[in-house]
Nanobody, 126 residues
């Protein structure tokens, strides 16, 4: 069982920035592909970004490309999502996800990820 703990959410004005963090106590952190998803009220959970176990490969959904950056520090067992130029439509609960195959980072379907955090709320005001 992999436990993931997200932090860093909050209330920010449009155009602002936030950095989300997701930490696990799992020692073999680099053995996991990591991803970020989000779910707005009344909507399905959607893919935001992902990274391979080494951190060398990343993937983004089109709506956040050039605004969000996913990164990981395997020495700290932590994956980050740096969010800039935030828009009202970025408001959602953001979830961290993990897959035990470090190369399986291209899964955009939330049902294909094995482990999930509890989520952190991001609210962007106009």
């Amino acid at each position: 069982q992999v436990q993931l703990v997200e932090s860093g959410g909050g209330l920010v004005q449009a155009g602002g920035s936030l950095r989300l963090s997701c930490t696990t106590s799992r020692r073999t952190f680099d053995a996991y592909a990591m991803g970020w998803f989000r779910q707005a009220p009344g909507k399905d959970r959607e893919f935001v970004a992902s990274t391979a176990g080494s951190g060398g490969a990343t993937l983004y959904t089109d709506s956040v490309r050039d605004r969000f950056t996913i990164s990981r520090d395997n020495a700290k067992n932590t994956v980050y999502l740096q969010m800039s130029s935030l828009k009202v439509e970025d408001t959602a609960v953001y979830y961290c996800a993990a897959d035990p195959n470090p190369f399986r980072m291209e899964q955009r379907d939330s049902g294909q990820w094995q482990y999930w955090g509890q989520g952190t709320q991001v609210t962007v005001s106009s």
